[in-house]
């Protein structure tokens, strides 16, 4: 006789954890767009000199966006989308984001 366990979250599921697209503004004014599980210490790596090459010519001020994303292949489609956007785009998003607004 197998017994089967009523539990609802099943062992053999995985459970996607959030994953986040992010805009960093660099001291420049520039806009950096990137992916993480944890974009706040994502950025402290950006500040700190470490995580991209972006930040070497001028360093990453401010965490001015992010986005929550099911899973990690939402937040690189997500990416691509941000990336092909014009500046004055990327600014709307992070003028809603100051807003408090979601888009």
Not at 50 to 65: D, E, I
Request: overall charge positive.
């Amino acid at each position: 006789m197998t017994t089967h366990s009523e539990n609802p979250v099943d062992a053999d599921s995985p459970v996607s954890k959030l994953w986040f697209v992010y805009l960093v503004r660099a001291a420049n004014g520039s806009l950096y767009c990137g992916i993480s599980d944890d974009p706040v210490r994502r950025f402290a790596k950006h500040q700190s000199g470490k995580g991209a090459r972006f930040f070497l010519s001028s360093p990453a001020m401010a965490l001015v966006y992010t986005e929550a994303c099911r899973d990690k292949s939402e937040a690189l489609r997500q990416e691509r989308l941000i990336k092909k956007l014009k500046k004055s785009a990327k600014e709307c998003l992070v003028a809603s984001a100051a807003a408090g607004l979601s888009i």
